[in-house]
Structures are given as C-alpha cells and as structure tokens.
C-alpha cells in the first residue's frame, strides 16, 4: 500500500502532461498519423523530401502500425489499466521514460542504421507489455490478462516485422491483434457506455441492452480469431476467405444488439458504435477479396481496417476517454462531431480508391481528410491533455 500512496503523490507532484498516458501518447500519436499520411501520398506520387523523409511502402506500414496505433494502445491501456487493478498509473519519470522511448523509436526509423533502429523500436512494446503484465498481475486482475496477452503478440509480431521473411505476416498479425483488441476491449466499452448513455435519458431501451459477454458474444469473437488466425497464417485459402466473411457478419449481427440507432443524438456515442461498425466491414471485405479476387483487391479490405476500424475507433475512444479523464463533460462539441465526420469519410474515400485502383482523386481527398480528423484532434484537444484539470474535477478525483 505503501509504495502506490508513493506512487499517487509522485503523480500528483508530475506536470499535468505526465499524470496520464492518455496525455502524451495521444496527443503525439495523432500528430504522427496527421503526418504520416500527407507524407506517404506524396512520395507515393512521385514526390520526395530527402532521405529522412523517405518512407516507402514499408515505413508507411511500419510507422502506421508500431508509431500511430502503438502510441494510441499504450495511452488507452496503461489508463485503463489502473480502473482495472485499483492501481496508480504509470506517471511522471515512468511515463517520461516510456514516452521518451516511443519518440526515440521514431527517431530511429527515420535517421538511423537499421540494427539500431530494430532494437531501438522493438524495445517500446516489449516495455509496454511487461508494464501491462506487472500491473495486472500485481492486482490480481485475472479477467484481464487476455489483454497483456495480445499486448505481447503486438510486441512479437512487431519483432517479426523486422525479419523479411514474415515481414507481410507480421502486418496481418498486427492488424489482426488490433481487431481481437477492438473487439474485447470494444466488446465492454461500447454496450456499457451505451447503456449508461441510455439511462441517463431514461430511455426504454436500457432495459433490453444485452449484458456483457453474453454466449453469442464469445461464439463471434471465437469465430473472429479463428478467421484471423487462418489470415495471418494462410491468406489466400478459400476457407479464410468464408471464415472472414462469417466473421465480418458475426460482428454485425453483435454491433446490431447494441442499440446503436438509439443514440444518434449523441456522436460521443454514436461514433463508437460507427467505429465498431468497420471490424464486421473490414473482414467481409478481407473475405472477398480472398474469395473474389477479380473483383475486390485485398488493399480494399486492408485499409477498411487501417483507416477504417483502427482509424475511427481510436478517434472515438481518444476524445472520450480525453474529456472524461480530464474532468469535462463528456459530450461531444462541433470539433469532435465533425473529428469522426472527417475520419468516417476519409476511411470510405480510401476504401473506395483502393477498389478503383487507387484512384489518385478519391485517393488525394481521403488522406485529406482521414489525416484532417487526426490534426483536428491536435488542435482541439492539446489545451485540455497539457493543462490541469479544472477546480471542480481536480477536487474529486
């Protein structure tokens, strides 16, 4: 007890922007995916900034994947982590140090040699994953080690990476732990955000909200990580390809039951709900294009994924999570409204680029606006993720 009273006063005595992981590792890895993408569509269409600049296919993948999406994981785990465990979060010199490592990973990739630049970068999930293990283990949060479980596959396929041999597996994997991740985590967050929202208006639907992790919830997911494995591991299969789409309709049919259409009225709601909405898109459309190759390219299913699911999911769980941790009112105001309208149509216009052949116009406008919502974000939410809570919060928490 001793030592997390310790724990609590260093984070108190922390400047604002190192009492939560949320703060750091949102606000840079929003900024990285507002970079990232101008970035790639210009060199993918001829253009060119010099060799610090240069990504290519493979740093696009590579930086996307373990920098954006790796940023955005380790700011939503290690603050819910401790609502989990009871525990104090990882602050101040913890936080610095672990922040300090991600910036140095990016920093890596870019300028340096590629030995360092692999162990630089790997080195940030595997510390984030042996944070995650040691505080749930040391709060005997057994319903959660599922989580630090597919933290240390991010970590693994992430080493993978580096070897060129798995090198297309390893984005498959990732990709894959990310939906697990979305559909676990999401599996909680969106009916029981849904339901509170619900009864706060005293709406007749709170009543027939399903509970958690229902038998129909653990047969999709079950069915989810079959397809996702056999993706990973054999992607071209006919069997993969049904697998998905049985998936990608599993994860419909789970969405539908939780009473989406009822909270229209709310987008800090809502875009949860529209954001879950890409995993059953995303691996109907993997699923065709392994089945109807002809057809649907694979890049089509892949970046209703990437900048689909991945994309406007942590959006929604970043302003939530932004203005309820930092004491405001947790409604959405124009600025985050139209954070989701830009992310939801920049995903559409990406997908259907990749389905025209990467239609320069339709690819041009999407990376606009996907990367837009990730600048909005920046621009509206850094006051409130480097400053205090206000009086009344910091009060009571």
């Known amino acids: 007890m001793d030592r997390v009273a310790d724990r609590g006063a260093r984070r108190r005595a ?32 001829g253009g060119g900034l010099g060799s610090l600049a240069s990504l290519g296919l493979t740093g696009h993948a590579h930086e996307m994947l373990y920098g954006y999406l790796a940023a955005i994981i380790c700011g939503f785990s290690l603050t819910a982590i401790p609502n989990w465990t009871g525990r104090a979060p990882v602050a101040g010199t913890g936080l610095a140090a672990l922040f300090a490592l991600w910036i140095a990973g ?71 732990v990310a939906a697990l991740l979305i559909a676990v985590i999401g599996g909680r967050i969106v009916p029981s955000f849904t339901r509170n929202w619900l009864a706060s208006i005293d709406s007749p639907h709170t009543a027939t909200m399903p509970g958690p992790m229902k038998t129909y919830d653990k047969v999709s997911i079950a069915i989810l990580v079959l397809a996702l494995l056999c993706w990973t591991l054999i992607p071209v299969e006919p069997l993969t390809g049904i697998l998905l789409l049985l998936a990608g309709l599993g994860q419909i049919v789970r969405l539908a039951r939780w009473k989406g259409l009822a909270t229209l009225s709310e987008p800090l709601v809502w875009s949860l709900h529209a954001g879950y909405m890409w995993l059953g898109i995303a691996a109907a459309l993997i699923g065709a294009g392994i089945l109807w190759p002809a057809s649907m390219p694979a890049s089509a299913g892949l970046h209703a994924m990437a900048a689909g699911l991945i994309g406007t999911m942590t959006l929604a769980v970043m302003t939530r999570a932004s203005l309820g941790h930092t004491g405001r009112p947790r409604s959405a105001n124009p600025v985050t409204t139209l954070i989701y309208a830009l992310a939801h149509l920049g995903a559409t216009l990406r997908v259907c680029a990749a389905i025209r052949d990467n239609d320069p116009a339709l690819l041009v406008a999407g990376a606009t606006l996907w990367s837009g919502a990730f600048l909005l974000f920046c621009v509206g939410y850094a006051p409130m993720l480097f400053g205090a809570k206000p ?3 910091a009060a009571t928490r």
């Open 14 to 45: 922390a400047p604002p922007f190192l009492q939560n992981a949320f703060r750091p590792f949102f606000l840079a890895g929003a900024f990285w995916a507002a970079a990232l993408v101008p970035l790639w569509v210009w060199e993918y269409a």
């Open 391 to 393: 009086p009344a919060a």
């Open 106 to 176: 990016r920093a890596a990739s870019i300028g340096f040699d590629a030995m360092a630049a692999t162990i630089i970068d790997i080195a940030f999930l595997f510390a984030l994953a042996a944070v995650a293990w040691r505080e749930i283990l040391a709060g005997q949060n057994w319903r959660n080690l599922p989580v630090a479980g597919l933290l240390t596959l991010f970590a693994l396929s992430h080493l993978l990476f580096h070897l060129p041999a798995w090198y297309p597996g390893a984005i498959r994997g990732t990709l894959s």
